[in-house]
């Protein structure tokens, strides 16, 4: 799969990565069984390249790093309190039931997943 660069460009341009960046997810895409990129070598160009504190990637580590005005915002989602929370099935918001919290950010994935898939991004 190939990226437009004008794809790249406007991901930076919307989420942003400047000195003053406190929260970065870092993927390597590469080709089962090549020889020349493994996981060793991947984390060892990253420790050399990205100051900070690593963390391990869970649910947990991700909801940390994430703001969710800015997402509701970029993807012009209505407030929480404004409505939008999609049916609700016995005090569960597609079929998360627990803190209020949780429950947004499963709601607003649904949303953001559905609007990429839409766009083709």
Known sequence: ???????????????GLTASTTSLLAVKVGHVGSASVTAESVERHL????KGERIEFDDEGLAGMSDLGRIRKIYKLNAPDGGGKGKKKGGEVNGVNGDEERDERAEMESVVLGLMALRGS
């Open 1 to 15: 799969m190939r990226f437009d660069r004008a794809q790249i460009a406007d991901s930076f341009r919307s989420f």
């Open 47 to 50: 420790e050399a390249n990205v």
